[in-house]
């Protein structure tokens, strides 16, 4: 039923009676030069938890979530709403600020991103941004005690969330785990964002704060100027490693900016004057760094690069990533840890996170050393036996060790790597080329497609907390008997994938007594057992075979 009339004496008093959300923010590369199609939407929302309670913040949260989820639906966008209190940004207590719990991490970094790229969306202007740049700490509180004292500003347009002059360096560490964590979903921000961290713990006294730097050429600028934060952050870094005379990783840096940004600068680009479009900012850059056109043009057709120079560039990355990563715990060690309790515990969960993706084990499968976010499936994958080795390939015309995507004595082992990286999906065309063995290529795709729903993708395993902390121990096994062997009438042999509680695969093979020992080992009270066996033998046969293998330990 819709009322007759609406009056404004109604209105008014559905109103709140106090101010609700101090400021609405959006944090990140939105409205940057680092904005693109896949961007995340993250925006801060900023109340006075004493003020409005616990009950109309559970509201304001269910809001904010129904919010999130019609945006999602609605517009394919991913938008996410942290609700933050005023007191609690203040001090540097983010918490679960991101989708997995940055914030105890992060702190003093995440407030300098903060400040750097916030957008005002709705709310109060922060202080901080009307401060000039001073080596005096006590501007700041100066300025809050005097706000009502200055001419022209009416104090409660302003929101005090706290100054930022430092990144202490015992932050340093869990910064950098953070960033290996995220690289798995995201290298080439990971990539800039570790520099960052490089950056504080290489230069004596400390780094100039980006957001410092943003902030004076803001104040500085002329009314036309556009002094956009990812290129102002960008050149930081480029600055400080050319200056290092690290000229091989401020090159890198500048091939991540690129690709990061993705502005598929084309040659009329570099001629026009005058525009501020995301291009036009590019562009200057390119032109500083003195790229050929051609070189412009690799770099524009990423999508397109073979697997050998896929490989090499993903090398680079994730090797700039492991250094920086060691040289925050060496100086951690030498240094000695001042990090309180809870900062031991989460460093300890990250530290057991990066073990579980980046280190070597026998048998482990390893995650890809990806580029950006969202790397697709191929299109066509093309299986491949030689010299006692199986391996992969995106094409025919690839198959030499260049355009090797991977390899492995066995070729369960290929295919779990390529689902655990997510490079099959259910419109994947595989193919067999000529080969010796027996393997069919209708098990190899059947297989897969069973897998995919049985491994996780690397890339979106999240932060498992409570596994991580606890003794690492077998979740599921998945027993495949026959792969190579299909027509066999009894079982000849069998593949093991394990995931375990730490989200690791490992890929083995093994006869009837290491089957029996491994299961003894391991403990299989709790263990999901899956089976898997080639559709060509007398399935139901082969099943209680392998079965009884196990039950018989």
Known sequence: MIPEKISMKSIQESMPRIREIEGVFTIGSLGSVGETDDSDCDIWVVVNANEIGDWRIKLLRK???????????????????????????????????????????????????????MTLIEGRVPVWWIIPVTENKDVYNETIKDLSNIEGINPDDFLDLGDLDEIPRDELLGAALWQMHKALSDPLKSVLKMAQVRMHLETKGGAELFCNNLKKKVHEARHDEIIDPYIEAFKSIEGHFAEEGCSHTADLMRKC????????????????????????????LVKEWGWSLKYVEHLNDFPNWNIKTYKLFGNHI???????????????????????????????????????????????????????????????LYFGFSGGVWEVFNNPGYTDKTGVISSARRISSVIAWLILNRRFSKTTSCHMLPNPTSVYLSDVQ???????????????????????????????VILIGNLEQPLSPTIKEIDVIALNTWSEIYCMQMDREELKLWFNNVGSKDIKVNLWLPGSGDSKSLARELMSIIRKR
């Not at 297989?447 to 599921?476: C, N, Q």
């Open 318 to 380: 994730h090797e700039f990533l492991s250094r920086s990563a060691m040289m925050l715990i060496e100086d951690a060690g030498s240094a000695g840890s001042k990090a309180n309790i809870s900062q031991d515990m989460e460093i300890e969960v990250l530290r057991r996170r990066i073990e579980s993706v980046y280190v070597k084990k026998e048998d482990k499968v390893e995650s890809e050393k990806r580029i950006q976010k969202n790397e697709k499936a191929y299109d066509d």
């Open 63 to 117: 809001k904010l979530e129904v919010i999130s989820e019609w945006a999602s639906g609605l517009y394919n966008m991913e938008v996410y709403f942290f609700l933050l209190d005023i007191d609690d940004v203040r001090n540097n207590n983010f918490g679960a600020i991101s989708h997995e719990g940055a914030g105890s991490s992060l702190k003093s970094l995440l407030k300098e991103e903060f400040y750097r790229t």
């Open 257 to 284: 900016i690129y690709l990061k940004s993705s502005p598929g600068i084309k040659p009329y680009h570099l001629l026009e004057i005058g525009k501020n479009d995301k291009q036009a900012l590019i562009s200057e």
């Open 446 to 476: 059947t297989l897969m497609r069973d897998l995919i729903k049985m491994i996780p993708d690397v890339a979106t395993i999240g932060l498992d907390r409570d596994s991580l902390m606890k003794r690492i121990s077998v979740s599921s």
